[in-house]
Antibody, heavy 125, light 107 residues
């Protein structure tokens, strides 16, 4: 059974930093691109970032580019999101999600077939 | 960036009704579209990918169609478990844009 478990969400002041983690199990982690997707309270879904299976390619939404860094440790089946220069508009539930596509190629953003339950980040003074 | 627009934003329906949700892309996305169901306090669940491919384990009453810029999600006979919010998502470009969501409510 695929499981994705996020952690690290807390209340942080504007301008602060935070590192989210996602522990994966139940599938061959280093075969798949992984993503972070967020949802502000009462709002819709926003794709945040992806990292390819080997960590060699990363992409970011314009809203977080230059402030967030995605990484992974395939030896620990873990995904991370380093969040710097946090703003109030970054307040959201952050989901870790597995890309649904398995195969070769250099395009990495597809659909998300498994999601964690999310970890809440609140940016407030 | 590609914009995704869903309609309606809210839909009131009864058990047994046929329900259709529309998603329009601001430019052609071929068939690179997914649909998700989300219930309050829960993570989204994948229903459909590549516009019309049913995810494993998803009931056959869910179906998707369309290509280019216009897509639909149809629930052939609404069940009590289907009252939720539905999102479309394009994956033709590195923005992975979601629609704003359609809430399906009990009439």
């Amino acid at each position: 059974e695929v499981q994705l478990v996020e952690s690290g969400g807390v209340v942080v002041q504007p301008g602060g930093s935070l590192r989210l983690s996602c522990a994966a199990s139940g599938f061959t982690f280093d075969d798949y691109t992984m993503h972070w997707v967020r949802q502000a309270p009462g709002k819709g879904l926003e794709w945040v970032s992806l990292i390819s299976w080997d960590g060699g390619s990363t992409y970011y939404a314009d809203s977080v580019k230059g402030r967030f860094t995605i990484s992974r440790d395939n030896s620990k089946n873990s995904l991370y999101l380093q969040m710097n220069s946090l703003r109030s508009e970054d307040t959201a539930l952050y989901f870790c999600a597995k890309d649904g596509y398995y195969g070769s190629g250099t395009y990495y953003l597809h659909y998300f077939d498994y999601w964690g339950q999310g970890t809440l980040v609140t940016v407030s003074s | 960036d590609i914009q995704m627009t869903q309609s309606p934003s809210t839909l009131s329906a009864s058990v047994g009704d046929r329900v259709t949700i529309t998603c329009r892309a601001s430019q052609s996305i071929s068939s690179w579209l997914a649909w998700y169901q989300q219930k309050p306090g829960k993570a989204p669940k994948l229903l459909i990918y590549k516009a019309s491919s049913l995810e494993s384990g998803v009931p056959a009453r869910f179906s998707g169609s369309g290509s280019g810029t216009e897509f639909t999600l149809t629930i052939s006979s609404l069940q009590p478990d289907d009252f939720a919010t539905y999102y479309c998502q394009q994956y033709n470009s590195y923005s992975g844009t979601f629609g704003q969501g359609t809430k399906v409510e009990i009439k």
